[in-house]
């Protein structure tokens, strides 16, 4: 993220101001910039598109051990001398105390991640089943307005607390990642929810409607996929979703749809728009 306004947004994550945060990004976001979502396209996550319901996973799930992680320093050293091996255990039971507190923070802490990137190959791998799945287009500016969307901070230097912090910035250690992730342009909607602490997920509900649809380049492999997942009388909700349910909510929906190829001449996905007989 390189936007002018950035520095501002950022200062005011570090204070816990969302509002303030918010009034800074809704009055430099383009009135119809698009963020996107990237799912895997199963049954589950076309249902929850027709019912406009959102996934927030646990961020105890996610792949990268850092990411929303409340790292408290609590001194500990992975090595002292022999005379201070008193000093070692106090530290090291410490230590585990407070990182057991963090995962108890962190196991009520719910994310949506979207990216300003619908055409990334890396993402469309890692979260949308090897090009098989969907990437669904969003208007920013409503994320933001109803859902306190807010953009990831990309940075070298890991948020820590030390033990005796009060005043633990949760949101700013959910919105900040390693800079080894900007790639992935990512902006998040963050939800405590102590009532399902521990749980894989929760929904959130009367979500808002999609304004964009981009299919895997990929999708057609679905069909065998499932033919073999049937057989094995697997649940239908793992089954990837059917094109013509797609094109069918898209078509009803007014939802403009694109099925990318690929490039034959460089490394690119190139949209491929598909016609529908709604007019936009």
């Not at 619908?118 to 409503?142: Q, T």
Request: aromatic fraction near 12%; glycine fraction near 4%; proline fraction near 2%.
């Amino acid at each position: 993220m390189e936007y002018k306004w950035f520095k501002d947004y950022i200062a005011q994550i570090e204070k816990s101001d969302i509002e303030a945060s918010k009034s800074i990004l809704i009055n430099n976001i383009p009135e119809k910039m698009v963020i996107y979502k990237y799912c895997r396209g199963l049954k589950r996550d076309i249902s929850n598109l027709f019912e406009q319901k959102l996934w927030l996973s646990n961020v105890l799930g996610f792949n990268d051990p850092y990411d929303s992680a409340i790292m408290v320093d609590c001194g500990f050293k992975l090595q002292y001398p022999q005379e201070q091996r008193k000093q070692a255990v106090e530290d090291y039971l410490r230590q585990k105390e407070e990182d057991k507190k963090a995962k108890e923070l962190q196991s009520c802490l719910f994310v949506a991640c979207f990216s300003e990137v619908n055409h990334s190959f890396p993402m469309w791998g890692y979260y949308a089943a090897d090009h098989k799945g969907l990437c669904i287009g969003y208007n920013l500016r409503e994320l933001v307005r109803r859902y306190d969307c807010m953009p990831v901070i990309y940075t070298s230097e890991l948020v820590t607390y030390r033990e005796n912090d009060s005043d633990r910035n949760i949101i700013l250690s959910a919105l900040t990642k390693s800079d080894e992730w900007k790639h992935e342009r990512e902006w998040r909607i963050i939800k405590q929810s102590d009532e399902h602490k521990g749980q894989k997920g929760i929904i959130l509900e009367k979500f808002a409607e999609p304004i964009e649809l981009f299919i895997g380049c990929r999708q057609e492999e679905t069909i065998s996929l499932n033919f073999e997942m049937r057989k094995r009388n697997t649940d239908c909700m793992e089954l990837y979703a059917d094109i013509d349910e797609i094109m069918s909510y898209a078509e009803e929906h007014n939802v403009d749809l694109y099925y990318p190829i690929i490039s034959r001449t460089e490394y690119k996905l190139i949209d491929r728009a598909v016609k529908l007989n709604h007019l936009r």
